[in-house]
């Protein structure tokens, strides 16, 4: 049975790409998907996914806020954060915080399949 992931990114485009990814190249399957961190945190209770993939800049709640609430919620929650080369401090916040890995935009396939397998073992 595949590994069930929960795409997180304000942007569609981010999602699809990410979607495509994971489920051609790594035979994952997607559970849902979420445009912000508020509906993050929702879907993460409802859905219970094997990983979620969490955007960091996001509107109404960021990644690192549903980041902590998810972790806070479910200790062994797998968390990969996606961020932009410029926003350091807030991937040294979301690794601090219980993210497992991160995936640098724009997305280079072998590397998101990488963080995701390594995460799902962990």
Not at 70 to 76: A, E, G, P
Request: charged share 35%; glycine share 4%; with cysteine.
């Amino acid at each position: 049975m595949p590994k069930r992931i929960l795409i997180v990114d304000d942007a569609l485009i981010m999602r699809m790409m990410i979607k495509d990814i994971l489920t051609v190249s790594g035979g994952y399957e997607i559970c849902g998907e979420a445009a912000d961190g508020l509906e993050a945190i929702e879907k993460y209770k409802e859905l219970k996914p094997d990983l979620v993939t969490m955007d960091i800049i996001m509107p109404k709640c960021t990644g690192i806020e549903a980041l902590k609430e998810i972790i806070r919620n479910d200790k062994s929650a797998k968390i990969i954060v996606i961020t932009a080369i410029d926003q350091r401090e807030a991937l040294m916040d979301a690794i601090k915080s219980g993210a497992k890995d991160f995936i640098v935009k724009p997305f280079d396939e072998e590397r998101v399949i990488s963080a995701v397998s390594k995460a799902l073992k962990i």
